[in-house]
């Protein structure tokens, strides 16, 4: 059992910064991959992005592409997610996940089975 806690969501100007944390408070994440996904109202969770579980490769949706960054640290039992030249279209309730994903399902929702309560995200002038 893998609990998370996501934190760092608040609100940016459009060109901000901001840093998501996502903690392992029960369990730990070595052996995860892990993710970011984000959620508007009204609209189904979409992919972020993801990390993982051993030697560090990446992906990322292509509207983050070269503005996120996903990492980790298993000492810490934290995921992150940098996010640089935030954009409106960047508002929504962020969560990070866990699961046993493979390269191939690492983009998608159904293959993380733990999920953090979610922080919102707004980015607004």
């Known amino acids: 059992q893998v609990k998370l806690e996501e934190s760092g969501g608040g609100l940016v100007q459009p060109g901000g910064t901001l840093r998501l944390s996502c903690l392992a408070s029960?369990?730990?994440?070595?052996?995860?991959?892990l993710g970011w996904f984000r959620q508007d109202p009204g609209k189904e969770r979409e992919f972020v992005a993801a990390?993982?579980?051993?030697?560090?490769?990446?992906r990322y949706a292509d509207s983050v592409k070269g503005r996120f960054t996903i990492s980790r640290d298993n000492y810490k039992n934290t995921v992150y997610l940098q996010m640089n030249n935030l954009e409106p279209e960047d508002t929504a309730v962020y969560y990070c996940?866990?699961?046993?994903?493979?390269?191939?399902?690492?983009?998608?929702?159904?293959?993380?089975?733990?999920w953090g309560q979610g922080t919102q995200v707004t980015v607004s002038s």
């Open positions: 996940a866990a699961g046993r994903t493979i390269t191939s399902s690492m983009t998608s929702k159904n293959a993380y089975y733990y």
């Open positions: 990390i993982k579980s051993v030697g560090g490769s990446t």
């Open positions: 029960e369990g730990t994440i070595s052996g995860y991959g």
